[in-house]
Every structure is written in C-alpha cells, then in structure tokens.
T-cell receptor, first 113, second 113 residues
C-alpha cells in the first residue's frame, strides 16, 4: 500500500555529529518537503523539492542539507552547524509541484545529547 | 511576522457539542486553505480544504467556512467525539507563497466525555 515512510522513529546523536533522516514515498508524488516541529509551535519548512535533482531552501534551512537523486527519496542531513537540532522532523509529499494538500510521514524524533 | 494565526492555543469542548476552530490570515492573495489534524508523535493528517472561490465546504462532521473579507477561516466539527482530541493546524497557500504551505501554530482540541 502507498504512503510515506520515515525512519527511524526515534534517533539519538551526540552533539557535533551529522545525522541523516530518511524519507521515502511510493505515491509517485513530484514534490517533497521537510518540516521541523518544536513544542507549542507550528510546522516550519526546512527544504522542499518540486522535481528530481532540484530543491529550494525553506524558512529555516541553515544547518541542514538535502538531496533528491530519486523521485521517491528525499533524505535530510542535520549537520553539526544546526544550533538546536533536537526536534520532531516531518517529511511530506504532494502530487504536483504547485502545492495543494500534502501528505505526511509519521515523523522522526531527533534528540541530540 | 505571522501570516497565519491561530489565536487559541487550546480549546475544550463537551462530547457531542460543536467544536469551532478559528484561523486568521493576512494576505488576501492566498487562494487555497487547508485543515490538518495531528496526534502526538505522528505526522499531520489532511482533513478538509477550501478554495477561495467558495465560502463553505462540508465533509461529514467537518465543515470549513471561509470569510474572505475578514480573512478568516473556521473549522466546525459536529458532533464532537473523543477521537477528535488532537492538535488542528490551518495552512494556506497561494501565488505569494510560491504555492508552498504556510502553517498556523495549531490549536489543541480536547473533547471532554
């Protein structure tokens, strides 16, 4: 059955280490997105990609990097330059590049120790 | 500067009564409005949407109302059920946002038995 998967659900890392969060979708969606959610706040856009091999910075891209080598995959790397990496990270996709309803994965809770 | 505001961080409603969640936006150029529901430690789930050419959209127990002159969006849930307890986000998109979703901070809805 179709959907968006994120792995792992919980991730722990030591300060100063880079970490890559996985996001895969088998919905044949063109666009994919990464958001961050902090307690009591809404979703903030980190990066998005409207097509393979292309991506744009969102509102809070500093300290993060992405790649979109395949339509179904959009991994997010949280680098050591990200000052407050502990958060809940959500990946989403939408059928078209021009927006519309987005469908979300289950999220990854990253805790940096 | 928040373009989408959900002024009530939380709302408590008796089971069986109507829940009304509100959302205000600042840009009259937004042309598509969505509501998402989110349980803790899960990704948001798309609930219902409305385009700017309409003022009401209904889907079962959920109705979204759009007042363009007031730049106000509301979600009505009737009757409210215990499973409706969650955080509800409104999101908007339009040409000015490059058709990327702009999110409110969310309202936590608690349905009391």
């Amino acid at each position: 059955d179709g959907g968006i998967t994120q792995s792992p659900k919980y991730l722990f890392r030591k300060e100063g280490q880079n970490v890559t969060l996985s996001c895969e979708q088998n919905l044949n969606h063109d666009a994919m997105y990464w958001y961050r959610q902090d307690p009591g706040q809404g979703l903030r856009l980190i990066y998005y990609s409207q097509i393979v091999n292309d991506f744009q910075k969102g509102d809070i891209a500093e300290g993060y990097s992405v790649s979109r080598e395949k339509k179904e995959s959009f991994p997010l790397t949280v680098t050591s330059a990200q000052k407050n990496p502990t958060a809940f990270y959500l990946c989403a996709s939408s059928p078209g590049a021009s927006g519309g309803a987005q469908f979300f994965g289950p999220g990854t809770r990253l805790t940096v120790l | 500067d928040q373009q989408v505001k959900q002024n009530s961080p939380s709302l408590s409603v008796q089971e069986g009564r109507i829940s009304i969640l509100n959302c205000d936006y600042t840009n009259s150029m937004f042309d598509y409005f969505l509501w998402y529901k989110k349980y803790p430690a899960e990704g948001p789930t798309f609930l219902i949407s409305i385009s700017s050419i309409k003022d009401k959209n209904e889907d079962g127990r959920f109705t979204v109302f759009l007042n363009k002159s007031a730049k106000h969006l509301s979600l009505h849930i009737v009757p409210s059920q215990p499973g409706d307890s969650a955080v509800y986000f409104c999101a908007v998109l339009g040409r000015d946002s490059n058709y990327q979703l702009i999110w409110g901070a969310g309202t936590k809805l608690i349905i009391k038995p």
